[in-house]
């Protein structure tokens, strides 16, 4: 092994400071030694995913984990149990990587409900229900009835569409219902 192997592998890694790791922890030395060989034989330096490994190992509350972290994350634990490295910790590490999944999921959804719940205050507004109203009529502009009108975004909230008149269209509920979340507009 050359010297700048050496370096590149600790230069390389954005939390190893060269006696311990960000947050004073310190590595065994046959952990160290596995990684470099590793890197060596790949040119993957697994010391960073040591470390988020080893944070995430102590969390008391799992963080959130969006996908290409917590995709990252289980990948480099498969080639870490290959290593024989957080072996005993194999099974807490995958359930807190799932936990954090879940809980981006999950953060997601509110996000999507958030939004949803914003649109249907708007649509709710008697200054907007009767604009839209005066402007295309109380019935829907798909199929024509006048029962069960609701107004209806073009261009859907959940697909960047604003909480604006200009975005707004009557559809009965049935209508509403089968547009779902297409852009279509009715309004020509």
């Known amino acids: 092994?050359?010297?700048?192997?050496?370096?590149?592998?600790?230069?390389?890694?954005?939390?190893?400071?060269?006696?311990?790791f960000s947050g004073c922890y310190t590595m065994p030395t046959e952990i160290f030694i596995k990684l470099l060989k590793y890197y060596l034989e790949t040119g993957e330096n697994l010391l960073d995913d040591y470390s988020r490994l080893t944070y995430l190992s102590w969390e008391q509350e799992v963080p959130i984990l969006e996908p290409p972290k917590h995709i990252m994350l289980n990948l480099s634990l498969n080639i870490f149990l290959k290593l024989e490295i957080f072996k005993n910790k194999q099974s807490e590490l995958r359930n807190k990587i799932k936990e954090g999944y879940r809980k981006y999921i999950e953060f997601e959804e509110n996000k999507s409900n958030e939004k949803r719940q914003l649109a249907c205050r708007?649509?709710?507004?008697?200054?907007?229900?009767?604009?839209?109203?005066?402007?295309?009529?109380?019935?829907?502009?798909?199929?024509?009835?006048?029962?069960?009108?609701?107004?209806?975004?073009?261009?859907?909230?959940?697909?960047?569409?604003?909480?604006?008149l200009d975005n707004l269209q009557p559809l009965c509920a049935s209508c509403n219902s089968w547009k779902n979340s297409k852009t279509i507009d009715f309004r020509k």
């Open 1 to 20: 092994m050359k010297l700048y192997q050496l370096t590149n592998f600790i230069n390389e890694s954005k939390t190893f400071n060269g006696i311990d």
């Open 122 to 164: 708007y649509t709710a507004k008697i200054e907007v229900k009767e604009h839209v109203f005066n402007k295309y009529g109380k019935k829907c502009l798909r199929c024509g009835s006048d029962e069960n009108i609701t107004l209806d975004h073009v261009v859907p909230v959940i697909k960047g569409g604003k909480n604006s």
